[in-house]
């Protein structure tokens, strides 16, 4: 009696054909989107679009010719912004893998590190500048001024007193960009979107600096072998982040029933309440609780 064969190879991985029409379904609409930008960089015909101001901060598909839930492209085979989304399928277990070789399980409750470590600027100016010891602005001009990178993708706001504080991607190629970038928004910014500047300022080492949802396009896109844009990153910083807001709570908490209009405010923080300094030497402390009705949607669902 002649005995089957029992094969030992590991079952090939499924063939990835998923493109705009499966995003738009489960991320796009579903909530899952957090409005990270990594589909429009990533997106090697220029068909989706995104819309940096408040009520958006979400990809849309800007050819017409299927509708706004189907590509073209897609439908021919091009799948780079599905490969690139840090919230399509099960991307935590690929981006583990892909730093770690390994997948994070219950004994791994605060991730997957090689050391926790407590530190600060060492340079008095950039600490004080900086939101909580200036430790990623004193990262960044290292790197900058060492040639580890040539260009970071970060956020700014206006300067001075009589700034809206709106948050907008911009790119950091030195120092005096990145002392003007410090501090913390706690409203969106897709930094992602400089990435095109970058490029075109012939950057080829690039920093990204970001929240967790941002971070992860990185070794996703890596994983998922997006090279063109994926390999461009040399360093990836990601930002601890509990939720961000919508921009509308400056104007419809702050404004209305505390009297902040957001062209006086110059730098916020969290530390269990929201705290608003003010260029004429004001502070205030917003109940956090109070905040809660104007997170972001795709905010709730991070993992």
Partial sequence: MALAETSTEAPKPERWSFQWKELHEEVITSGLCTGCAGCVISCPHDVIGYDHVQGGFKP???????????????????????RACPRFRTWEHEADEFLFNKKRTAEDPSGI??????????????????????????????????????????????????????????????RDDVVRGAGSRYTYSANTLAYDEAIEAGAKKIALVGMSCQSSIVPVAKSRKIGKVGNRFALNIGLLCSKSFDE????????????????????????????????????????LKECHAWTREGCNHCP
């Fill in 248 to 287: 509308a709570i400056f104007e419809e908490l702050f404004e209305q029933k505390y009297g902040l209009d957001r062209r006086t405010i110059k730098k916020t923080n969290i530390k269990g309440v929201f705290q608003i300094w003010t260029h004429d030497g004001g502070y205030y402390e917003i109940n």
């Fill in 60 to 82: 849309f598909h800007i050819e017409e010719e299927l509708g706004a839930d189907n590509c073209g492209h897609g439908e021919k085979g091009c799948t780079s912004c599905t």
């Fill in 113 to 174: 590190y090689k050391d926790i470590i407590l530190t600060r600027a060492s340079d008095d100016f950039i600490h004080e500048v900086g939101q909580d010891g200036g430790l990623v602005s004193a990262i960044l001009i290292w790197a900058l001024e060492n040639g580890y990178i040539d260009a970071a993708l970060t956020s700014y706001v206006g300067d001075g007193e009589g700034s809206q504080w709106t948050a907008s991607p911009g790119v950091a190629f030195n």
